[in-house]
Each structure stands twice: as structure tokens, then as C-alpha cells.
């Protein structure tokens, strides 16, 4: 089972974390089911760019982005070339480290 070493996060991880991800599950509901609270405005239907995560390593092993994931990137806060919708990113075989974004598109948190 891959591990994800999420980065520290001042609001929704501080200490950063290590957690054991299934194969195939969404890295948002991952992150959700650790009681990492990132938000996810649209409730993961691929409609907005608050879930946006950055990937600092194994990003080769994520399935490629949909042109449709890659339009709403294009909106996101602090966009990097190894950026993507944790709502749409699949976990792989390989290990992650991600970290999520200081700031999202959203000017008030969803508290979901």
C-alpha cells in the first residue's frame, strides 16, 4: 500500500503527516478519511480548484490529467507545473508527498 507524506499545513495539518493510501482512491478522500480537512467546495465533482494540491513527488505515477481538470488548474491559487485536483487524482502504486496550498480560490472556508 503507498504512503502519503502530506507536508505541513498551517491550518489543516500543521505537523504534516504519513498516511497508508489504497490504490485507486481519490487523494481528497484520502486526505478526508485522516481527518485532513482540505476543502472541496464542489464535493468533488471536478467543478472548482479548492481540493488543488501540489505534488512534490511521484507525480509520474498519477494517471494524466483530464482536459477538463486541466482548464480548472488553470484558475487555481499558485499553480506549479506538478499541480492537480486532489478530487481527481488517483492514488497509483507509488509513494506521494503532497502538499496542499496555503491559499485556495475561495475567500471563505466551506468547514465541510
Not at 504519513?18 to 481527518?35: F, M, N, Q, R, Y
Not at 467546495?41 to 494517471?63: M, P, W, Y
Not at 491559487?77 to 487524482?89: D, I, T
Amino acid at each position: 500500500m503507498p504512503q502519503i507524506v502530506i507536508l505541513p499545513h498551517p491550518q489543516l495539518c500543521p505537523d504534516g503527516a504519513v498516511i497508508d493510501a489504497p490504490t485507486g482512491k481519490s487523494l481528497c478522500d484520502v486526505l478526508l478519511d485522516s481527518e485532513i480537512e482540505i476543502e472541496h467546495a464542489c464535493e468533488k465533482s471536478c467543478a472548482c480548484t479548492t481540493c488543488h494540491v501540489i505534488i512534490r513527488e511521484g507525480f509520474a505515477s498519477l494517471e494524466d490529467a483530464t482536459e477538463a481538470e486541466e482548464d480548472l488548474l488553470d484558475k487555481a491559487w499558485g499553480l506549479e507545473p506538478v499541480s492537480r485536483l486532489s478530487c481527481q487524482a488517483l492514488v497509483g502504486e507509488e509513494d506521494l508527498v503532497v502538499e496542499i496550498p496555503k491559499y485556495t480560490i475561495n475567500h471563505a472556508r466551506e468547514n465541510h
